[in-house]
């Protein structure tokens, strides 16, 4: 910014790099944003024409309202004359109405517009003064909703994303007002087009925390939540997601790119009272190049200043409302080695403890780790992972990403989403209210296995079924230990409590998830253990494969084809693709 003040007080304006910037190389990256609609919206900047402009303007225009910024309603960042600010605006053209009416009228005629499009549609959190410093009183008082960004804190990308994402669905709304089409009562309700902080008539998220509930209705409310925004997933999948946060704060989705895991995450906490707008949803999108906790935890600069990481600031602010669950998702986490970033948070998360009512773990800093900058150790120093965060990551397995080490996949429930079906049906749901649910909903009740002794018959008859399984396992060295065991009965016991599906289907769940993973090689053991599974996911030990056929695949999926009742299918299901992938091409593991 302090570049184009030099450009545009001593440099040529032709070909000047900073117009291709403006012009070109900003409007293609905001084009190619997932929310950007191209066919509707049109991006743009400008400069000048000639000669430098005073304010540069990059605008986002719905074609069907205005092809021009000259009038019109559309979305506008605004630089300031001094390059000391950045606005996001939703803005009005004025140069237009200034050729039919003088400066006081046009100023008068767009406030008034504003006003009335303030009363329509929610903030969502946005500025709806117009006290904006740009030096340009037609955008000042042409200004309908704005943030702004200061040249000395301009905010990290996650969170100019999440700004733009709220303001072009906020523009969406106004389009739907503009053209007169009716407003359904889900559209006047959708909480992305709220702020939460305002009480209007599109505000369904009251400020009221529901410490009382009943587990089962709210994950059926949940479920119809998602569906009514368009995203249908398989049955129980809320369910089996839910236990898995229940038992362990720490899951990992993974599966086909574009299959719905990051929505998932962020359709499951918005449904509860926590998004992006209020502070309590937080996307990471972690970058190949992280090969340690700094981008986490924070790091100190050559003057000894320590800067916060994504997960130190919402820690932090998560500690503080301990009665709200936060949630963290790091997505497309094995972009990097997860182990190099994440170990110290996995180590940390296994010191989980009772203090009296509450659950702490050890602290994440050091004094030592701030140098001299006493300021951060005062403010950070004694933070520790709180109750109420809960970390997802989501992740794709193919040639551009790292496995996971057993470190981590013990530590987590991996949900695989490799499911896909293209049909879909033009059907309405009705959107049901957010609740803002206490953490008490998602909270562990269980750190160790004594916790449960109250459900002893279900953890006997889960831990028979885990001696069975860890028999075979042993044979080649993939048995596993106390945590796995401790993790799936708890899972299994939260399922009993709340009666959510039956006892086969939730140990089907945790074999898959938290055994299978586990599991890959290419000696004739493991084509031993495969069939060994197999046996026990069917219930029928008699079933006879060999272990020199070539082809039991095959058999294993035809055995599944011909019988119905089977204990662990999806299981079963998976052991015979990893069985199919063995006999194929001599090696397999979890990820297909």
């Given at each position: 910014m302090n570049n184009y003040v030099k450009a545009r007080t001593s440099e040529v304006f032709a070909r000047h790099r900073l117009g291709n910037l403006i012009r070109r190389d900003i409007p293609d990256l905001i084009s190619n944003l997932p929310f950007i609609d191209t066919s509707v919206l049109k991006v743009q900047g400008s400069c000048g024409k000639g000669n430098w402009a005073t304010i540069p303007w990059i605008s986002i225009l719905n074609k069907k309202i205005t092809q021009t910024t000259q009038e019109g309603v559309y979305i506008v960042y605004l630089f300031s004359e001094d390059m000391k600010r950045i606005y996001l605006t939703l803005n009005q053209g004025y140069t237009k109405l200034k050729q039919k009416h003088g400066k006081k009228e046009v100023i008068e005629i767009m406030q008034n517009n504003a006003v009335s499009i303030r009363e329509s549609i929610a903030s969502n959190g946005f500025n709806t003064d117009n006290n904006l410093d740009l030096g340009n009183e037609f955008y000042e008082k042409g200004s309908i909703f704005y943030k702004e960004y200061t040249i000395d804190a301009i905010p990290d990308d996650n969170i100019l994303y999440n700004d733009l994402e709220r303001m072009v669905e906020i523009y969406n709304f106004y389009y739907k007002i503009a053209t007169k089409r009716p407003l359904d009562i889900e559209a006047q309700q959708d909480n992305i087009l709220v702020s939460i902080n305002n009480v209007n008539v599109y505000n369904n998220l009251s400020n009221e925390i529901y410490d009382e509930f009943n587990v089962k209705d709210e994950l059926q409310r949940i479920s119809k939540y998602i569906q009514s925004k368009g995203f249908i997933y398989e049955n129980d999948a809320i369910i089996?997601?839910?236990?898995?946060?229940?038992?362990?704060?720490?899951?990992?989705?993974?599966?086909?790119?574009?299959t719905g895991k990051s929505k998932l995450v962020k359709l499951f906490a918005e449904s509860i009272g926590a998004t992006s707008e209020n502070g309590r949803f937080k996307l990471v999108p972690v970058k190949p190049d992280w090969s340690d906790p700094s981008e986490l935890f924070g790091y100190r600069d050559l003057h000894g200043k320590f800067h916060p990481g994504h997960l130190t600031t919402f820690i932090?602010?998560?500690?503080?409302?301990?009665?709200?669950?936060?949630?963290?998702?790091?997505?497309?986490?094995n972009l990097a080695r997860v182990e190099y970033y994440l170990s110290d948070v996995l180590s940390i998360m296994e010191t989980r403890r009772w203090d009296s009512e509450r659950i702490i773990t050890d602290r994440l800093f050091t004094e030592e780790y701030f140098g001299d900058d006493e300021d951060a150790a005062l403010k950070y120093k004694d933070l520790y992972l709180p109750e109420n965060l809960y970390i997802i990551g989501t992740v794709n397995m193919d040639e551009t990403t790292f496995p996971f080490s057993k470190k981590v996949l013990d530590r987590a429930n991996t949900i695989e989403f490799s499911h896909v079906d293209l049909d879909f049906k033009f059907e309405h749901y009705n959107q049901p209210p957010i609740l803002q649910l206490h953490n008490n909903f998602l909270k562990s009740e269980f750190l160790i296995l004594k916790d449960c002794e109250l459900?002893?018959?279900?953890?006997?008859?889960?831990?028979?079924?885990?001696?069975?399984?860890?028999?075979?396992?042993?044979?080649?060295?993939?048995?596993?230990?106390?945590?796995?065991?401790?993790?799936?009965?708890?899972?299994?016991?939260y399922n009993q409590i709340y009666d959510l599906i039956t006892f086969d289907k939730a140990m089907d769940y945790e074999i898959l998830q938290k055994i299978l993973p586990r599991i890959q090689g290419s000696s004739i053991s493991i084509k031993r253990i495969l069939i060994e599974l197999f046996k026990i996911c069917i219930n029928n030990q008699a079933q006879n494969f060999s272990y020199d056929n070539a082809a039991v695949n095959e058999e294993m999926f035809k055995y599944l084809n011909n019988n119905k009742t089977i204990p662990y299918k999806n299981s079963a299901l998976k052991i015979a693709l990893m069985m199919r992938r063995l006999e194929e091409d001599g090696v397999t593991s979890y990820w297909m």
């Amino acid at each position: 910014m302090n570049n184009y003040v030099k450009a545009r007080t001593s440099e040529v304006f032709a070909r000047h790099r900073l117009g291709n910037l403006i012009r070109r190389d900003i409007p293609d990256l905001i084009s190619n944003l997932p929310f950007i609609d191209t066919s509707v919206l049109k991006v743009q900047g400008s400069c000048g024409k000639g000669n430098w402009a005073t304010i540069p303007w990059i605008s986002i225009l719905n074609k069907k309202i205005t092809q021009t910024t000259q009038e019109g309603v559309y979305i506008v960042y605004l630089f300031s004359e001094d390059m000391k600010r950045i606005y996001l605006t939703l803005n009005q053209g004025y140069t237009k109405l200034k050729q039919k009416h003088g400066k006081k009228e046009v100023i008068e005629i767009m406030q008034n517009n504003a006003v009335s499009i303030r009363e329509s549609i929610a903030s969502n959190g946005f500025n709806t003064d117009n006290n904006l410093d740009l030096g340009n009183e037609f955008y000042e008082k042409g200004s309908i909703f704005y943030k702004e960004y200061t040249i000395d804190a301009i905010p990290d990308d996650n969170i100019l994303y999440n700004d733009l994402e709220r303001m072009v669905e906020i523009y969406n709304f106004y389009y739907k007002i503009a053209t007169k089409r009716p407003l359904d009562i889900e559209a006047q309700q959708d909480n992305i087009l709220v702020s939460i902080n305002n009480v209007n008539v599109y505000n369904n998220l009251s400020n009221e925390i529901y410490d009382e509930f009943n587990v089962k209705d709210e994950l059926q409310r949940i479920s119809k939540y998602i569906q009514s925004k368009g995203f249908i997933y398989e049955n129980d999948a809320i369910i089996n997601f839910y236990l898995s946060l229940k038992a362990k704060p720490f899951v990992i989705l993974a599966g086909t790119s574009g299959t719905g895991k990051s929505k998932l995450v962020k359709l499951f906490a918005e449904s509860i009272g926590a998004t992006s707008e209020n502070g309590r949803f937080k996307l990471v999108p972690v970058k190949p190049d992280w090969s340690d906790p700094s981008e986490l935890f924070g790091y100190r600069d050559l003057h000894g200043k320590f800067h916060p990481g994504h997960l130190t600031t919402f820690i932090k602010e998560a500690s503080e409302n301990i009665d709200l669950p936060y949630f963290l998702c790091l997505d497309e986490m094995n972009l990097a080695r997860v182990e190099y970033y994440l170990s110290d948070v996995l180590s940390i998360m296994e010191t989980r403890r009772w203090d009296s009512e509450r659950i702490i773990t050890d602290r994440l800093f050091t004094e030592e780790y701030f140098g001299d900058d006493e300021d951060a150790a005062l403010k950070y120093k004694d933070l520790y992972l709180p109750e109420n965060l809960y970390i997802i990551g989501t992740v794709n397995m193919d040639e551009t990403t790292f496995p996971f080490s057993k470190k981590v996949l013990d530590r987590a429930n991996t949900i695989e989403f490799s499911h896909v079906d293209l049909d879909f049906k033009f059907e309405h749901y009705n959107q049901p209210p957010i609740l803002q649910l206490h953490n008490n909903f998602l909270k562990s009740e269980f750190l160790i296995l004594k916790d449960c002794e109250l459900y002893e018959e279900t953890i006997l008859t889960t831990i028979s079924v885990l001696k069975e399984i860890n028999n075979v396992l042993l044979e080649s060295n993939q048995h596993f230990g106390y945590r796995i065991r401790d993790e799936i009965c708890f899972y299994i016991t939260y399922n009993q409590i709340y009666d959510l599906i039956t006892f086969d289907k939730a140990m089907d769940y945790e074999i898959l998830q938290k055994i299978l993973p586990r599991i890959q090689g290419s000696s004739i053991s493991i084509k031993r253990i495969l069939i060994e599974l197999f046996k026990i996911c069917i219930n029928n030990q008699a079933q006879n494969f060999s272990y020199d056929n070539a082809a039991v695949n095959e058999e294993m999926f035809k055995y599944l084809n011909n019988n119905k009742t089977i204990p662990y299918k999806n299981s079963a299901l998976k052991i015979a693709l990893m069985m199919r992938r063995l006999e194929e091409d001599g090696v397999t593991s979890y990820w297909m």
